[in-house]
T-cell receptor, first 112, second 114 residues
Framework: DAEITQSPRHKITETGRQVTLACHQT?????MFWYRQDLGHGLRLIHY???????NKGEVSDGYSVSRSNTEDLPLTLESAASSQTSVYFC???????????FGPGTRLTVL | QKEVEQNSGPLSVPEGAIASLNCTYS??????FFWYRQYSGKSPELIMS????GDKEDGRFTAQLNKASQYVSLLIRDSQPSDSATYLC??????????????FGRGTQLTVWP
């Protein structure tokens, strides 16, 4: 079955380290999104992509980057992890021309 | 400022009752509206989408949209303890765009007690 996966599911890292969170979908969706979810803030958009080589900043993009080299993957990189980036991260995707998003299982990241 | 607002809750209803969840949004030109359910420790899952004014029913769930009032709601009939979750309202606030960027409310926590 087509699906969207994220790895790792849990990650503990130290301040200043570079961290990459993976997102992989087998639906052949063009549109992919990264969110973080924190208590009191709900889901906030970090970066998004509408296709290969396309990337866009969301509302909380500082300290994060993405690259899109193929349709299936949109890895999220924290260049130098900070304690404020401790959060649950969700990846989502949608078909071209639609805005119905389907979410991956999430990654819980702790920055010590 | 693009905003989606939900009653913060928590909302508590007895089993078998109707649960009513409400959401308002900032842009009258918005075209796409979604309700997601999120169980504790899990990812959001799509319950319903609605695009036209009026009601849309799917089983025990009814979404209601009033674009003039910038208001969308979700009714859950015959509530069950398994409906206990956080419900997220999401709106495409990018006027005229179908590319898919959604804005989410902070969610309303629903508890259905036996």
């Amino acid at each position: 079955d087509a699906e969207i996966t994220q790895s790792p599911r849990h990650k503990i890292t130290e301040t200043g380290r570079q961290v990459t969170l993976a997102c992989h979908q087998t639906w052949n969706h063009n549109n992919m999104f990264w969110y973080r979810q924190d208590l009191g803030h709900g889901l906030r958009l970090i970066h998004y992509s509408y296709g290969v080589q396309d990337t866009n900043k969301g509302e909380v993009s500082d300290g994060y980057s993405v690259s899109r080299s193929n349709t299936e993957d949109l890895p999220l990189t924290l260049e130098s992890a900070a304690s404020s980036q401790t959060s649950v991260y969700f990846c989502a995707s949608s078909r071209p021309g639609t805005d119905t998003q389907y979410f991956g299982p999430g990654t819980r990241l702790t920055v010590l | 400022q693009k905003e989606v607002e939900q009653n913060s809750g928590p909302l508590s209803v007895p089993e078998g009752a109707i649960a009513s969840l409400n959401c308002t949004y900032s842009d009258r030109g918005s075209q796409s509206f979604f309700w997601y359910r999120q169980y504790s420790g899990k990812s959001p899952e799509l319950i319903m989408s609605i695009y036209s004014n009026g009601d849309k029913e799917d089983g025990r769930f009814t979404a209601q949209l009033n674009k003039a009032s910038q208001y969308v709601s979700l009714l859950i009939r015959d509530s069950q303890p398994s409906d206990s979750a956080t419900y997220l309202c999401a709106v495409n606030l990018d006027r005229g765009s179908t590319l898919g960027r959604l804005y989410f409310g902070r969610g309303t926590q629903l508890t259905v007690w036996p």
